[in-house]
Structure formats: structure tokens, C-alpha cells
């Protein structure tokens, strides 16, 4: 059965297209604007072909973010045996699936606030991944894409929450994978029909039903934290 978490991840990547247009949108707009011209005979498919490059590399990071915490919480539970570590980690996970449903139905905007952990290692990787602009070629996308991937973003490490709490590096990756996927319809429309994929996304309606969702991930999953305590 697929865990709640990863069907959370996805959730929150999708319906977080504001946010991701954002944080990425930018940069994914500039670049699909500056494409070589042997890739501009066909600007569709130039700009497809850029965009994925540099989505393939972000989700990869954020893949990988997620097995290298997946995996550390499963080796100290394993070292140590602290299972109030665990049930801790899941009860924060929890609290941290209803903040971001809050977020994405619009009725609480504190993830937002959790950026600025991250601001400290963007500003190592920010010059580097700036280095790489203007893109060339789709290499140069897909690295751009693996440091982009570690930007500052309150939906990113309120998602790396989960992945701590699933105890595992293969269950971490699958969940951080699954918010990369999510992201991936925003940010590939933002060189080609953001319009109207903002327009679905943001729409009060839809926003306020995916983030009650969320919460009720958040509140079973405190749920099975609560009753492993009993």
C-alpha cells in the first residue's frame, strides 16, 4: 500500500505551483528564453527539451536529499534504538503535513518562514549555480537542476520532514521523488502554458480542498504516532 506521505508529496508538489513558480519559475522562464539556436527550430519542443533537462536534474536532488535523511534516521534508529526518536520524528512529520496543507489552502502561511534555514547553503551553492547561466546546452540544464534543486523552499523541507519519519533511505527517496513529480506540471508550464495551469492550481476552491487533504494526512499520521505510544 502506498504510504500517505508519498500521495502527501505529490499533493504538496502539485498544489504548490505558486509557490514553485516562485522560487524556480524565474529561472526556468530566462533560460527557455536564451535556448541555442540549433534548438530554436522547433521552439516547443527546444524549450521541452531544456525545461525536462533541468527538472530531471532537480528532482534527482531532491531524490537524493530524501534517501540521505531517509536513510540517517534508519541508522540511528538502528545504532541506538531510540524509538521515541522515531515516533518523535513522525509526530513532527504530522504537525508538518497540517502546516503545509494550512499553506497550500491558504489559511496559514508560516512554512514559508522555514527558508531561511537553507539561506546558509544556498549561499555556497548560489554562486556556483549562477555560473552556469546562461544555459547551452542540455547538460548544462540537468546540472543546473541538480543545484537548483538544494534553493531555499518551505515545501521542500517541510516534504524532507516526512522522508526523516519514514526510517528509511529507499521510502525517503520514493517520497522526495514523488514532490519533484508533483512540481514538475508548474514548472514545465512555465515555459509553455503557465497561464492556465496557474489558473487551475491557485483557484480558491481547488487549493482549499488539496490543503484539507494534507491536514488529514497530518492528523492520521499523528494518529498512528499517538496510538505506538500506547
Given at each position: 500500500?502506498?504510504?500517505?506521505?508519498?500521495?502527501?508529496?505529490?499533493?504538496?508538489?502539485?498544489?504548490?505551483?505558486?509557490?514553485?513558480?516562485?522560487?524556480?519559475?524565474?529561472?526556468?522562464?530566462?533560460?527557455?528564453?536564451?535556448?541555442?539556436k540549433?534548438?530554436?527550430?522547433?521552439?516547443?519542443?527546444?524549450?521541452?527539451?531544456?525545461?525536462?533537462?533541468?527538472?530531471?536534474?532537480?528532482?534527482?536532488?531532491?531524490?537524493?536529499?530524501?534517501?540521505?535523511?531517509?536513510?540517517?534516521?534508519?541508522?540511528?534508529?538502528?545504532?541506538?534504538?531510540?524509538?521515541?526518536?522515531?515516533?518523535?520524528?513522525r509526530?513532527?512529520?504530522?504537525?508538518?503535513?497540517?502546516?503545509?496543507?494550512l499553506?497550500?489552502?491558504q489559511?496559514?502561511?508560516?512554512?514559508?518562514?522555514?527558508?531561511?534555514?537553507?539561506?546558509?547553503l544556498?549561499?555556497?551553492i548560489?554562486?556556483?549555480?549562477?555560473?552556469?547561466?546562461?544555459?547551452?546546452?542540455?547538460?548544462?540544464?540537468?546540472?543546473?537542476?541538480?543545484?537548483?534543486?538544494?534553493?531555499?523552499?518551505?515545501?521542500?523541507?517541510?516534504?524532507?520532514?516526512?522522508?526523516?519519519?519514514?526510517?528509511?533511505?529507499?521510502?525517503?527517496?520514493?517520497?522526495?521523488?514523488?514532490?519533484?513529480?508533483?512540481?514538475?506540471?508548474?514548472?514545465?508550464?512555465?515555459?509553455?502554458?503557465?497561464?492556465?495551469?496557474?489558473?487551475?492550481?491557485?483557484?480558491?476552491?481547488?487549493?482549499?480542498?488539496?490543503?484539507?487533504?494534507?491536514?488529514?494526512?497530518?492528523?492520521?499520521?499523528?494518529?498512528?504516532?499517538?496510538?505506538?505510544?500506547?
Open positions: 500500500m502506498i504510504d500517505f506521505s508519498v500521495t502527501g508529496a505529490f499533493l504538496v508538489g502539485l498544489m504548490g505551483a505558486g509557490h514553485c513558480i516562485g522560487m524556480c519559475g524565474g529561472l526556468v522562464g530566462a533560460f527557455s528564453q536564451q535556448l541555442p540549433k534548438a530554436s527550430d522547433n521552439i516547443l519542443l527546444g524549450q521541452l527539451k531544456f525545461i525536462l533537462s533541468y527538472n530531471l536534474g532537480r528532482i534527482l536532488s531532491y531524490t537524493t536529499a530524501g534517501a540521505l535523511v531517509g536513510g540517517s534516521a534508519s541508522l540511528l534508529s538502528t545504532l541506538f534504538s531510540i524509538d521515541a526518536y522515531l515516533i518523535g520524528m509526530v513532527f512529520a504530522g504537525v508538518m503535513m497540517i502546516v503545509t496543507g499553506y497550500i489552502a489559511l496559514w502561511s508560516g512554512v514559508v518562514q522555514i527558508e531561511r534555514v537553507g539561506k546558509l544556498w549561499r555556497l548560489g554562486p556556483i549555480a549562477n555560473k552556469l547561466l546562461p544555459i547551452k546546452d542540455l547538460k548544462q540544464a540537468f546540472a543546473a537542476g541538480l543545484l537548483w534543486g538544494w534553493l531555499p523552499c518551505g515545501l521542500v523541507y517541510s516534504t524532507l520532514t516526512w522522508a526523516v519519519a519514514a526510517n528509511s533511505a529507499q521510502q525517503g527517496a520514493l517520497i522526495m521523488a514523488a514532490f519533484g513529480l508533483g512540481t514538475l506540471p508548474a514548472l514545465v508550464s512555465v515555459g509553455v502554458a503557465a497561464r492556465y495551469f496557474a489558473q487551475l492550481v491557485q483557484a480558491r476552491k481547488v487549493r482549499l480542498i488539496s490543503g484539507l487533504i494534507l491536514v488529514s494526512f497530518g492528523i492520521h499520521t499523528l494518529y498512528i504516532a499517538f496510538a505506538q505510544l500506547g
